[in-house]
């Protein structure tokens, strides 16, 4: 059973560096933003094709003979630059399958199509995504329609690398293109993996499908750069995390403090290598004594701040994290799940999660600061998670090439002493279907707080992937 938690305020006391009144004091204040400068996004502007097609106006078809497709094409051209200020729209037009070759032939820069079919029956939709290109095709309502229907049905049936928008509400569009935005910043990333395996199938097929780079970091290294790790600013976040706490359980100050130097070796060696991404083969490394401390607090701080923090070197957890958390502005959350049937329930358990669930400018909701649960040891982090919310949680097999997926409703932080310390139960669909996918795609899931189930469709087609609903 766990140990009486220990009283916060003789907890800070004991927390050298803190004693010093004006320091708790500039420190109270800074809750929602990191002490030091970390890691940045990738910014690199995304370049489309915008392909307009359609036949000449004088001839009878659908919208209408003698439509103004110029007109219609200025008029979206404006709209779609003014609502994707991250994208270079390069606007071009296509009245059949030949238009359409010649600029596929020009475009060997540009990051995928968006073809917006504004007239039918040029053929030209079929030309570009033919090519394998990601492609987005949008029908511009009672104008494209039929072509469209056609089209995107040929397109998925062949798995090819596209996805369709066909919505009177122009934000679908937006949010379709923002599925670019999102491969451009996975094309510009970088993981650290921090693990004395091999890298492997795994790292190959995340370079190759995703286009982030994967990064092998041994755990001497992380050792080193433990190290290094600056003290005095270790002692800073050990208050922090203390003072925001709702309990402290087992671990001791001195426990935290070693952990956060664990952070700072990890957040250094990010900002170094230009990372927004790190994953930690923290179970070997610490059995065999090449971490000093847990990094749980450590990733949950990671995640907070808006980068990604992942547990036990998973790939495909990681990726997974990275692109919702460029997708969506929000971390996920790894867990090792549970079903409890006779409540319809899934639990989503593990010893890392964060507590701004909505993002680095969100709400933080309550957690407590508990010992990892397998070993009873060093730090971990116990998130009293908001309920009654929207989840969506998946993972991305690259060797697969698919994403298994499943949306749920948040309903309780469940209090128990068995399994990982964080424990968030949801109420699902089809507990049944729930269970025929482990051992297909392993036992992790990441948890993202939302709904995001249309997005995650999108960029999946995008980058071929097959979607698995597993309930």
């Given at each position: 059973?766990?140990?009486?938690?220990?009283?916060?305020?003789?907890?800070?006391?004991?927390?050298?560096?803190?004693?010093?009144?004006?320091?708790?004091?500039?420190?109270?204040?800074?809750?929602?933003?990191?002490?030091?400068?970390?890691?940045?996004?990738?910014?690199?502007?995304?370049?489309?094709?915008?392909?307009?097609?359609?036949?000449?106006?004088?001839?009878?078809?659908?919208?209408?003979?003698?439509?103004?497709?110029?007109?219609?094409?200025?008029?979206?051209?404006?709209?779609?630059?003014?609502?994707?200020?991250?994208?270079?729209?390069?606007?071009?037009?296509?009245?059949?399958?030949?238009?359409?070759?010649?600029?596929?032939?020009?475009?060997?820069?540009?990051?995928?199509?968006?073809?917006?079919?504004?007239?039918?029956?040029?053929?030209?939709?079929?030309?570009?995504?033919?090519?394998?290109?990601?492609?987005?095709?949008?029908?511009?309502?009672?104008?494209?329609?039929?072509?469209?229907?056609?089209?995107?049905?040929?397109?998925?049936?062949?798995?090819?690398?596209?996805?369709?928008?066909?919505?009177?509400?122009?934000?679908?569009?937006?949010?379709?293109?923002?599925?670019?935005?999102?491969?451009?910043?996975?094309?510009?990333?970088?993981?650290?993996?921090?693990?004395?395996?091999?890298?492997?199938?795994?790292?190959?097929a995340v370079e190759e499908l995703f286009g982030t780079k994967v990064k092998k970091i041994t755990g001497e290294e992380i050792s080193a750069a433990y190290q290094k790790a600056d003290r005095a600013?270790?002692?800073?976040?050990?208050?922090?995390?203390?003072?925001?706490?709702?309990?402290?359980?087992?671990?001791?100050?001195?426990?935290?403090?070693?952990?956060?130097?664990?952070?700072?070796?990890?957040?250094?060696?990010?900002?170094?290598?230009?990372?927004?991404?790190?994953?930690?083969?923290?179970?070997?490394?610490?059995?065999?004594?090449?971490?000093?401390?847990?990094?749980?607090?450590?990733?949950?701080?990671?995640?907070?701040?808006?980068?990604?923090?992942?547990?036990?070197?998973?790939?495909?957890?990681?990726?997974?994290?990275?692109?919702?958390?460029?997708?969506?502005?929000?971390?996920?959350?790894?867990?090792?799940?549970?079903?409890?049937?006779?409540?319809?329930?899934?639990?989503?358990?593990?010893?890392?999660?964060?507590?701004?669930?909505?993002?680095?400018?969100?709400?933080?909701?309550?957690?407590?600061?508990?010992?990892?649960?397998?070993?009873?040891?060093?730090?971990?982090?116990?998130?009293?998670?908001?309920?009654?919310?929207?989840?969506?949680?998946?993972?991305?097999?690259?060797?697969?090439?698919?994403?298994?997926?499943?949306?749920?409703?948040?309903?309780?932080?469940?209090?128990?002493?068995?399994?990982?310390?964080?424990?968030?139960?949801?109420?699902?669909?089809?507990?049944?279907?729930?269970?025929?996918?482990?051992?297909?795609?392993?036992?992790?899931?990441?948890?993202?707080?939302?709904?995001?189930?249309?997005?995650?469709?999108?960029?999946?087609?995008?980058?071929?992937?097959?979607?698995?609903?597993?309930?």
């Open positions: 059973m766990p140990q009486p938690f220990i009283n916060r305020r003789n907890f800070l006391a004991t927390c050298a560096g803190c004693a010093a009144s004006a320091t708790c004091s500039a420190l109270a204040g800074q809750t929602s933003s990191p002490l030091v400068s970390l890691p940045s996004i990738p910014t690199e502007k995304t370049k489309l094709r915008l392909v307009f097609t359609h036949i000449p106006p004088e001839k009878a078809t659908w919208p209408y003979q003698g439509y103004d497709y110029e007109g219609r094409k200025k008029a979206l051209t404006a709209q779609l630059q003014k609502a994707c200020p991250n994208v270079e729209f390069l606007p071009a037009t296509a009245v059949n399958a030949d238009e359409a070759k010649k600029i596929l032939e020009n475009d060997a820069e540009v990051d995928g199509y968006v073809v917006y079919i504004v007239g039918i029956w040029s053929r030209a939709p079929k030309t570009i995504y033919d090519s394998g290109r990601p492609t987005l095709l949008v029908d511009d309502l009672y104008a494209g329609s039929g072509e469209y229907l056609i089209d995107i049905s040929d397109a998925k049936r062949r798995g090819l690398k596209v996805a369709g928008i066909s919505s009177s509400r122009f934000s679908d569009v937006v949010e379709g293109i923002k599925a670019f935005e999102v491969m451009k910043k996975l094309r510009c990333s970088l993981i650290l993996d921090v693990t004395n395996g091999n890298l492997g199938a795994r790292g190959t600013e270790a002692r800073k976040y050990a208050f922090r995390w203390t003072k925001e706490a709702l309990k402290v359980v087992e671990p001791s100050p001195e426990e935290i403090r070693k952990s956060a130097g664990m952070y700072i070796a990890m957040r250094n060696l990010m900002a170094e290598n230009k990372s927004t991404a790190l994953t930690i083969n923290c179970l070997n490394l610490f059995y065999a004594g090449l971490l000093p401390a847990y990094p749980c607090l450590g990733l949950f701080q990671l995640n907070n701040d808006g980068l990604v923090g992942a547990c036990e070197a998973d790939l495909e957890s990681t990726i997974t994290m990275l692109l919702m958390t460029y997708l969506t502005g929000r971390p996920g959350y790894i867990s090792d799940p549970v079903v409890d049937t006779s409540k319809n329930q899934i639990i989503y358990a593990h010893c890392v999660a964060p507590n701004k669930v909505f993002g680095p400018k969100g709400p933080a909701n309550p957690y407590e600061i508990r010992s990892h649960s397998e070993d009873r040891k060093g730090a971990a982090v116990r998130s009293l998670m908001p309920l009654n919310q929207a989840v969506t949680t998946l993972k991305y097999h690259p060797i697969r090439k698919e994403v298994i997926i499943h949306t749920a409703q948040t309903v309780a932080n469940i209090d128990e002493d068995k399994a990982c310390r964080t424990k968030l139960a949801a109420t699902v669909k089809d507990m049944n279907k729930i269970q025929s996918q482990w051992d297909q795609h392993g036992w992790h899931r990441v948890t993202v707080y939302g709904n995001y189930r249309r997005q995650v469709d999108t960029i999946s087609a995008l980058l071929g992937f097959s979607v698995v609903d597993e309930g």
